[in-house]
């Protein structure tokens, strides 16, 4: 069974683990976000150990081991009762990350809408890494050279992976704008696309 699905994408800074959480909070959706799903790894299972084995090395984990950790996690929060996919929208953050994955997950996922979280001002993003560089001792989010080149990786793997999907599914909502604002965008967004309920 496909999971009817909201993709959350965004640059570095734009909020996406944020307002994937607070969309996880709304009763008929639950937030996954990849990154938290390699934080979370047990090394117990033979992808587990070998998606770790690139991590430690700093190497990103290839296409098809990512893949195949993101199935057997979902299918341990289908396990558990977590996630409900006959009720629920899965809220997905961090995957697909590039062209292969979204080929390797079209018959995973029916996507209804990929969200995108902008913001024009990329100094407004650069402000805001810098806070959080300061706040939780990120020395990566410390740099604007490092945080330009990590804008210019993003912006190429985006328009490659947002080209593999129906451009009718995007809707752009700005995140320069204050918290409420952004919420009634998004929730203006849900209401025209998946309809009033």
């Known amino acids: 069974m496909a999971y009817q699905t909201i993709l959350l994408f965004g640059p570095p800074g734009s909020g996406?683990?944020?307002?994937?959480?607070?969309?996880?909070?709304?009763?008929?959706?639950?937030?996954?976000?990849?990154?938290?799903?390699?934080r979370k790894l047990a090394p117990t299972s033979e992808v587990g150990q070998l998606a770790l084995s690139y991590i430690r090395r700093g190497e990103l984990v290839p296409d098809e081991h990512t893949v195949a950790l993101w199935r057997e996690y979902m299918q341990t929060l289908i396990a558990s009762g977590d996630f409900k996919p006959d009720e629920q929208h899965l809220v997905l953050d961090g995957l697909p990350r590039t062209r292969a994955q979204a080929r390797m997950v079209k018959d995973d996922l029916e996507v209804v809408l990929i969200l995108f979280l902008d913001c024009p001002d990329r100094d407004i993003l650069v402000r805001r890494l810098q806070g959080r560089a300061v706040v939780e001792g990120r020395e990566d989010d410390a740099s604007e050279e490092v945080i330009h080149n990590r804008f210019r990786v993003y912006e190429q793997q985006t328009r490659e992976i947002l080209a593999h999907y129906p451009e009718r599914l995007t809707q752009t909502v700005d995140v320069s704008q204050v918290p409420y604002k952004i919420l009634m965008d998004i929730g203006q967004v849900l209401v025209k696309r998946l309809g009033a309920g």
């Open 16 to 38: 996406k683990g944020t307002w994937g959480d607070i969309l996880g909070k709304v009763p008929g959706f639950f937030h996954v976000s990849t990154g938290d799903m390699f």
